[in-house]
């Protein structure tokens, strides 16, 4: 019988939890646990505090000095997979300078330096095998449309995912100020579809490919040495 395996999640907003806990889930069954770390989340799954980039950036900062710590802490089964995501379309937020306007694999390669530098101090200089990190192009939403609409054949390219699935009536918008309406439950239901989608999702968001490699990498490598 196959060990059962931890794994965490830094991203973020509530709206990316379900879809990458459905990826994770998908591709490593051996998964048991998915600990929220940021946002945390109530039993709702709704957020309880502060979200965004900068709550990413700022939780990256705060525990790079003990990041073996989180990783294996005293009390609790340690994390075998920690998976930080942030979407390229907050490069320019996230400090990259002056990214061209095709913000493709090649940011989402400076996205992820960026992040990886969140993470890094005097003494870790070199991430833990256990930690990936996710830049999704332009955002996590690109994977949904791959998975809804195979036609689609570059969803990174489409430059408002989210608007994008308003127009094709997969998102409401809020009646109050007619914004994109990030409904909770129809996340949940996103998740569901890309996790059964990965093949589709895979040959058209390169960043989905090199995201879902990396797990499966890793998945192989504990049952390799244990």
């Not at 930690?131 to 999704?136: S, Y």
């Not at 009536?169 to 996790?195: C, M, N």
């Not at 093949?199 to 879902?212: F, G, I, L, P, W």
Request: glycine share 4%; with cysteine; net charge neutral.
């Amino acid at each position: 019988m196959s060990k059962s395996r931890v794994a965490a999640l830094v991203c973020e907003g509530q709206t990316d939890v379900p879809i990458l806990r459905a990826i994770l889930m998908s591709l490593w069954p051996d998964i048991g646990e998915v600990r929220y770390l940021q946002p945390e989340l109530d039993e709702t799954d709704r957020a309880k505090g502060a979200a965004g980039w900068t709550q990413v950036k700022r939780w990256c900062e705060t525990h790079a000095d003990r990041l073996r710590d989180v990783l294996d802490p005293d009390v609790g089964d340690p994390i075998d997979l920690l998976l930080v995501a942030i979407d390229v379309d907050i490069a320019l937020d996230a400090g990259i300078v002056d990214p061209p306007q095709d913000v493709g694999s090649y940011e989402a390669g400076r996205l992820r330096d960026v992040v990886t530098s969140w993470l890094l101090t005097e003494t870790l200089r070199k991430l833990p095998e256990a930690v990936i990190i996710c830049t999704p192009v332009r955002a996590v939403e690109a994977w949904v449309i791959a998975a809804l609409f195979p036609k689609e054949v570059s969803p990174e390219a489409i430059d408002n995912p989210v608007a994008f699935l308003v127009k094709k009536k997969k998102l409401r918008t809020s009646s109050k100020d007619q914004k994109p309406w990030k409904e909770l439950h129809r996340y949940q239901q996103f998740g569901e579809i890309v996790a059964t989608k990965t093949k589709q999702v895979r040959k058209v968001c390169r960043e989905a490919n090199r995201t879902m490699a990396a797990i499966e990498q890793r998945a192989d490598s504990l049952r390799r040495n244990h």
